[in-house]
């Protein structure tokens, strides 16, 4: 996928840091399969982590890092979704498709963290919070561009600041400066 790397970055992560590493109202899209693509696609990621998986997942995470505070946000997750297709034309994906599911994002609960949209390079990329009240309830991404797209979300109570307590591990990028942390 060309787009740039710290949006590529932040798919991958909450898409595969967290869990190890419905309707448009709440926090779990309805996502397509998009099996109709798999075909076209040079490059095709289908993961979906939920229920017994993600328990699983979960235990292995334990293992490797002791059942620490930092696993508590792996806990609240219920599921993890990505799909991601890399395409070698332009337009071989209906963007009406990925419309849809970005559509969702409208709807109630849901709140913007992040919108980068850039009309030459047909790169644009959201990043969508569901909240009930200041409770986190779930996360998308989409990140589409001519030739690929990503679909991420996570669902469960995701706390800021256990978030911000496991940043630099897992996988997950390290985020606050030092001059951050002082303030």
Same mark, same amino acid.
Do not use: C
């Given at each position: %996928?060309?787009?740039?790397?710290?949006?590529?970055?932040?798919?991958?992560?909450?898409?595969?840091?967290?869990?190890?590493?419905?309707?448009?109202?709440?926090?779990?899209?309805?996502?397509?399969?998009? *099996?109709?693509?798999?075909?076209?696609?040079?490059? *095709? /990621?289908?993961?979906?982590?939920?229920?017994?998986?993600?328990?699983?997942?979960?235990?292995?995470?334990?293992?490797?890092?002791?059942?620490?505070?930092?696993?508590?946000?792996?806990?609240?997750?219920?599921?993890?979704?990505?799909?991601?297709?890399?395409?070698?034309?332009?337009?071989?994906?209906?963007?009406?498709?990925?419309?849809?599911?970005r559509k969702q994002l409208a709807g109630p609960?849901?709140?913007?963290?992040?919108?980068?949209?850039?009309?030459?390079?047909?790169?644009? /990329?959201?990043?969508?919070?569901? %909240?009930?009240?200041?409770?986190?309830?779930?996360?998308?991404?989409?990140? *589409?561009?001519?030739?690929?797209?990503?679909?991420?979300?996570?669902?469960?109570?995701?706390?800021?600041?256990?978030?911000?307590?496991?940043?630099?591990?897992?996988g997950i990028p390290r985020v606050t400066t030092?001059?951050?942390?002082?303030?």
């Open positions: %996928m060309t787009l740039p790397r710290y949006l590529a970055a932040l798919a991958a992560t909450f898409a595969l840091a967290l869990p190890v590493t419905g309707s448009a109202a709440g926090p779990e899209l309805r996502i397509p399969d998009f *099996s109709h693509l798999s075909s076209k696609a040079r490059d *095709s /990621v289908d993961i979906t982590l939920d229920g017994f998986l993600l328990r699983i997942a979960q235990k292995f995470a334990a293992a490797d890092s002791g059942d620490s505070e930092e696993l508590a946000i792996l806990r609240d997750i219920k599921s993890v979704r990505v799909r991601n297709f890399e395409f070698e034309s332009v337009d071989a994906y209906s963007k009406e498709d990925v419309d849809a599911v609960g849901w709140s913007p963290l992040a919108q980068v949209h850039r009309r030459e390079s047909q790169q644009h /990329v959201d990043v969508f919070l569901n %909240m009930s009240g200041d409770k986190i309830l779930g996360l998308a991404v989409i990140a *589409s561009e001519p030739r690929s797209f990503t679909i991420v979300n996570v669902v469960g109570n995701i706390d800021v600041d256990k978030l911000a307590k496991i940043e630099g591990e897992f030092e001059d951050t942390q002082e303030q």
